[in-house]
């Protein structure tokens, strides 16, 4: 498995999609750098405001950057089932002493502990520039490392599933920009968007089902800002804010993990049992 | 002892959208035996790299049974003691020569210390590969991708290596250096299993052969047997034959050439014996005696279109 792990970073590298990743992420890192040495937080401001603005600037950052990051970690990384499953490879990696499940497992992980790396690098460099220059070290923000990788994982699942059907990145990608923009942003504000036109109980419960049984990247979102924010997220039952908006759960987390693990129990089944 | 054995192994394979089935194997069954180079023949589509997948747990059978090492061959604990070069094998091409060998050694059970990196020092050598080792194999030809499938499946020492078109692309020199390596890994007890196009070349090499078409197994024995053509034989005198004995020799066999000093009959062994009793009783003396054969590619063209005709 190590060493189906260790070729997948291998892959990752000679990709320059992911070279071009890393250049974006350092100049986002330098603007930061840049940005923070024109700020007015020195010396102006009580501890309390510049807690208060580091969160700010956190939460903000999240808010724009996590579909984004989510999105094209996915893109860089769709290729490598399709890849995988390629006629010529497939046949010599099953012909080796390796069940099909360390395969794709060892795939899989080798994926996300690439992003992942890509992730801390981000992500840490912002709260070390953050920390060092406000003197405010919130741990809260490290927790976007976790999140974003867990999203990543939950929307990679699609894109193996899809990868092993269809051997085709594209749809992947297409079925998880469709899924991260559009259809579950809308199933989340279901009842604020759609239940406040439509009565029908027997379209409601579809949304609902939808909603229950799909990943919720933006609410895994809403759940890293919570945290960043040192709030309270409960475990089921969301706070309704001034907006009337659901405040986020702890349930996102639970039901995306779960579609997840269901998915890529299928893709594994699947695999298992399919002719090459 | 037989490494592979098969028994009525069938293959079906289904359209996902209609409702057309395509038989890749039909009740195939066979053995190779421990240490011998077995080849497989057949036109394209024919059922060989359907029959290798099967063995290799690559695809899966419909019905029938196969077994490797005496295990069932959807059981992976044999696979440490096999080898295989793919037809049309990728490798990831941002590797290089050496990288590729110790990725696919570590897949195949082997540990990455020194006597890997010894192992694959020996198998760059053996394929003249040493000064191509750090390159990228994106800039190797199709030869060297070849000779490299080839180091890569006998890298881990393995019991039962399988070949699908080892020389294909390769040179007329890489083609005669391919053969020498399986000869010596044959020498070496190991049992390979070639799937080729390239008639001459399995005729060269292998001990046994089975020629499928359409997923049947049309013919299957040893090499030397199945390219002895049967019962025609040249006979060459020393002496002249005269009239009267040529016309006794049409006598014995109407269809037999008869010309000044040879004879060329497709009869039986009692046949050519009373031939034979004609030209000694009459003082004729016999040069030679030829039983014709045939080369392997006549022998497959023949049992082809036979069947096809069938």
Known sequence: MLAIIKNTFREALAKKIFIGYYIFYGIVVLVMLFAVNLDAVEGVMSFADVQKTIISVESGFVTLAFPLILFFALISASSFITSMVDKGTIDLLISKPVSRFKILTAKYIGSTLFVAASIVFLIGSIWLILSLKSGYWNAG?????????????????????????????????????????????????????????????????????????????????????????????????????ELGMMGPTWMSVFTSFLFCAVLYSYSVYYFAKKDY | MALIETQNLSKEYSSRFSKQKVNALNNFSFTVNEGEIFGLLGPNGAGKT???????????????????????????????????????????????????????????????????????????????????????????????????????????????IFL??????????????????????????????????????????????AILNKGDLIKEGNVHDLTQAENIFMIHTVNTLSPEIKQKVSLIDANAGVGDNEIHTETQIETLNKMIDLLRSNNISIKTINQKTSTLEELFINVINKDNTN
């Not at chain 1, 923000?141 to 269809?166: N, Q």
Request: hydrophobic share 45%; aromatic share 12%.
């Open chain 2, 50 to 160: 359907t029959l290798i997948k099967i063995l290799l747990a690559i695809t899966f059978q419909t019905s029938g049974t196969a077994k490797i090492f005496g295990l069932d061959a959807r059981d992976s604990k044999w696979k440490k003691r096999v080898g295989y070069l793919p037809e049309n094998h990728k490798f990831p091409n941002y590797l290089t020569g050496e990288q590729v060998l110790g990725y696919y050694g570590e897949l195949s059970g082997m540990k990455r210390d020194s006597k890997m990196m010894q192992k694959i020092d020996e198998m760059l050598a053996l394929m003249n590969l040493t000064q191509w080792r750090k390159t990228r194999i994106k800039k190797y030809s199709k030869g060297m991708m070849q000779k490299l499938g080839l180091a890569q499946s006998m890298l881990s020492n393995p019991d039962l």
């Open chain 2, 164 to 209: 699908d078109e080892p020389t294909d692309g390769v040179d007329p020199i890489g083609r005669k250096e391919i053969r020498d390596i399986l000869h010596d890994l044959k020498s070496k007890g190991t049992t390979i299993f070639l799937n080729s196009h390239l008639l001459s070349e399995v005729e060269m090499i292998c001990d046994r052969v």
């Open chain 1, 141 to 241: 923000f490290l927790f976007t490392i976790v999140s974003l990788t867990f999203a990543f994982a939950v929307m990679y699942s699609i894109s193996i599933f899809i990868g092993l059907t269809t051997q085709s990145s594209i749809i992947s990608i297409l079925v998880n920009f469709f899924l991260i923009f559009v259809f579950c942003p809308v199933l989340s504000a279901r009842e604020q968007l759609i239940f406040t036109f439509v009565k029908n109980d027997g379209v409601k419960f579809i949304f609902n089902f939808f909603y229950y049984i799909l990943p919720k990247p933006g609410e895994i979102k809403d759940v890293t800002i919570a945290l960043i924010a040192n709030e309270n997220v409960p475990l089921w039952k969301g706070v309704v804010n």
